[in-house]
């Protein structure tokens, strides 16, 4: 698994973004609780805007690079980086 560079506009430690991170990396093998709150939380974020959460979804539980991401959603970059801050201070 990629180890996560600290996103230094959150307010909050990088221990708690390395928890997120990997919470997120390992979906697939989370209980359905977590996977609720990520998904509650993802469309949250994106105001129910379906291509967003989309968008959302796949920057956080795979290890596509963003810019590929940005590219087949249409999305410029920064949206994206933005939805991703939003999701982890929500989280």
């Known amino acids: 698994m990629q180890r996560q560079r600290k996103m230094r506009s959150l ?3 990088y221990a708690r973004q390395q ?3 990997r919470t997120c990396r390992n979906y697939a093998v989370q209980n359905d609780a977590v996977k609720t709150k ?3 939380t993802a469309r949250t974020v994106c105001r129910a805007d379906e291509q967003k959460y989309q968008a959302l979804m ?3 539980v795979t290890d596509m690079p ?3 991401i ?3 959603h249409y999305y410029d970059e920064s949206v994206l980086y933005r939805l ?3 999701f982890y ?3």
Do not use: C, D, P, W
């Open 58 to 60: 796949a920057i956080l």
């Open 11 to 13: 307010n909050m430690s």
């Open 66 to 68: 963003i810019r590929r």
């Open 19 to 21: 928890t997120i991170y």
């Open 89 to 91: 201070e929500e989280y």
């Open 70 to 72: 940005a590219l087949e």
């Open 38 to 40: 990520i998904r509650r």
């Open 84 to 86: 991703r801050k939003a």
